[in-house]
Nanobody
């Protein structure tokens, strides 16, 4: 069974950086569309960035463009999210997700989810 594990979350001050990592086991990583989602307190889960099977195509929230960079390494079964210039509104639980469909930004397009990693940005 496919399993996803996120790591790298933590507490940082506004303007700081974090790098999140996601590793897949039990599946062929390269066959999955991947994405990072986040859920802020009191808000619905939203897609931060989706990334195609090859990593060539990405789609991200306007609010994170220029600050967040997603990448994947199919040889290592890993996906990363480099987050720079963090803002308090970036606070939330970040989830790694894998999907069998064409890549997208909707939660029902993804089949497997990690447990989440907390990112807290203080002002």
């Amino acid at each position: 069974q496919v399993q996803l594990l996120e790591s790298g979350g933590g507490l940082v001050q506004a303007g700081g950086s974090l790098r999140l990592s996601c590793i897949m086991s039990g599946g062929t990583f390269s066959t999955y569309v991947m994405a990072w989602f986040r859920q802020a307190p009191g808000k619905e889960r939203e897609c931060v960035v989706g990334i195609s099977r090859t990593g060539y195509t990405t789609k991200s929230l306007v609010s994170v463009k220029g600050r967040f960079t997603a990448s994947r390494d199919n040889a290592k079964n890993t996906m990363t999210l480099q987050m720079n210039s963090l803002k308090p509104e970036d606070t939330g639980v970040y989830y790694c997700a894998a999907g069998l469909q064409d890549w997208g930004t909707r939660i029902n397009e993804y089949n497997y989810w990690g447990q989440g990693t907390q990112v807290t940005v203080s002002s």
